[in-house]
């Protein structure tokens, strides 16, 4: 059973995983002698370490073992997990080129949409049923969506990236029963020979390892941002249920925004309509989740009630 005081720990872990993700967007333009190919291979070359240590720490290896049986064993199940892997090196990727190549903004509006688009795919794809509020979510990113249409006639190729692509990403994990932390383990070990491609192509690391220290110091800061990120954010999820967890998914893409207009990105008159209608679909989710929170609340507390009573 959670407590109050283990809950209010999940949630400064998944905070702590946020900022350090927000970071991590931040911290690219410092790398802007590499190509973002070459920043993308590093980090997923210096997190791979470091998450298997995790799992090996944390008891998850046999998830890791389940999922090498299937690999032998399913006559799909190797491509399948190929093209898992392919999609989220994709959004690791943009993630890492997005804010040094002027795509930063585009990049947080995908992040804002994308529980919006996931709700949108559990409906039509597995017949998920939708709440009044996701309605309305929905209803105002869809307005907010016509009007970015109408002002370019498109949305930023990242932002569909994100907000289709992650979707797609986890409805696919979900149809393969890999939606778990060995599932992870193995999408990036399968990147390893496309990371290892990006950094030898690139060699700008490499090439500076005998005259510059400055360049190899900042790369192994970028690792060890990602891994933090990615670890704090592994162990918050045990400490909190899923509603809260899926609340706190909002805050990333806040402090993405910041960091984006940091960086020099400039929001347009034009397109202010366009994010005043996905936040505001924004708050109406957590509106949701924050009403699901103090119901579980309520019944937990009638449920102590009651067994003090007995007693």
Known sequence: MRTDSTTAFGV??????????ALLFAYTPLLSALMGG???????????????????????????????????????????HLLSSFMLGVQLWLFMWA????????????Y???????VIVGRIVFQD???????IACLLAVLGILNQLAISQTLAWPTLVVCVGYPV??????KTDTNNIGGLWFD?????PVSGYFILQGGYVIGELASSLHIVWLVAGMGLLSALA?????LSAPLLNLSLFGLLVYVEPVLLLAVSLLLGDVISLAEWPTYIAIWLAVVVLMLEGIRSLKRQRAVRTGVLAVTSIKC
């Open 129 to 135: 049923r939708m709440s009044r509020f996701q309605q």
């Open 169 to 174: 990403y986890f409805w696919l994990r979900r």
């Open 12 to 21: 400064t872990l998944n905070v702590i995983a946020s900022i350090l993700f």
């Open 38 to 80: 070459e920043i993308y291979g590093w980090r997923m070359v210096l997190t791979f370490p470091c998450l298997t240590l995790f799992i090996l720490f944390r008891g998850y290896w046999p998830q890791v073992v389940a999922i090498y049986r299937r690999l032998f064993g399913e006559r799909y199940f190797w491509p399948t």
């Open 112 to 118: 804002f949409m994308m529980p919006i688009t996931m």
């Open 99 to 110: 804010p040094g190549n002027g795509y930063g903004l585009a990049v947080s509006l995908g």
């Open 188 to 192: 990036m070990l399968l990147s390893l």
């Open 230 to 234: 990615l670890g704090f954010q592994a």
